[in-house]
């Protein structure tokens, strides 16, 4: 029987198996989300993946709102992870995200896997375990693992503020309209534990290396879409056979 300390059931335990075949993530990837708010258009997602190294990468995010949504943000908000992948795991090496009129509001997590810690830079610590990710290196994972229908488990985030538990459940395939037409998707539910007011759901293209073409956040007073309107970099990405074992659950 799990105990109350368990906080994580690896992700890839959950979707891979000896063999299965898995996405290389592309050395360059851009991607650009547009957000939606009650049918109006309130700024854009920029979100850049490089290869920095053999099994390094780095993931840039721009967020810039428009209109009403510039008046009241007024400012850009910026993100950068940094993650390695081995056996197709990916590991988050550091976290940064802040507004560049207000760096003293950065948020900073650095994991240090030798000693399976992370350390924020609010002097919390937390222990890890293999299938940690960061709010970035979390949307790369599903390209790297693709999920199945009707699978479901438990992620633990750690977004340079704390760390939180999320329940996620695959849906089931849908069909979705997007900037290649109409495609077969896979639609995933993300809730936070004890929040079952907030809902993140994502759309992901099976026959496009599992991207994200719509990304939902709902929470009690409103929703957000992001929708991808641009995507360069995807017919980069090769198949491969995954060579790694298939892990079990982690408990912290």
Do not use: C
Not at 168 to 196: C, M, N, Y
């Amino acid at each position: 029987m799990q105990s109350k300390l368990s906080i994580l059931i690896l992700m890839a335990g959950l979707f891979l198996s000896p063999g299965l075949i898995a996405a290389e993530l592309p050395d360059k990837l851009d991607l650009v989300y547009r957000a939606n708010v009650a049918g109006m258009n309130i700024g854009t997602l920029n979100r850049q993946l490089q290869k920095t190294q053999k099994g390094h990468y780095r993931v840039n995010s721009e967020t810039n709102a428009t209109g009403i949504a510039a008046m009241l943000m007024n400012d850009t908000y910026r993100e950068e992870s940094e993650f390695k992948v081995d056996n197709g795991m990916i590991f988050p090496l550091k976290y940064h995200q802040a507004p560049d009129k207000k760096p003293e509001k950065a948020r900073i997590a650095t994991f240090d896997w030798n000693k399976k810690k992370v350390s924020l830079n609010n002097d919390r610590v937390y222990d890890i375990q293999p299938g940690v990710q960061d709010p970035a290196s979390f949307l790369f994972f599903w390209m790297l693992t693709p999920p199945k229908e009707g699978e479901k488990g438990t992620i633990s985030l750690v977004d340079g503020k704390r760390m939180s538990k999320y329940e996620f459940k695959i849906i089931g395939h849908e069909k979705v309209a997007t900037l290649w037409g109409g495609i077969d998707t896979l639609r995933i539910e993300r809730q936070k534990e004890g929040s079952p007011d907030k809902i993140l759901r994502m759309w992901l293209a099976t026959g496009k290396n599992h991207v994200p073409v719509k990304i939902e956040n709902v929470r009690p007073k409103y929703k957000m879409t992001f929708t991808l309107e641009k995507a360069e970099g995807l017919d980069s990405g090769k198949r491969l056979k995954h060579p790694g074992v298939r892990p079990g659950p982690s408990r912290l």
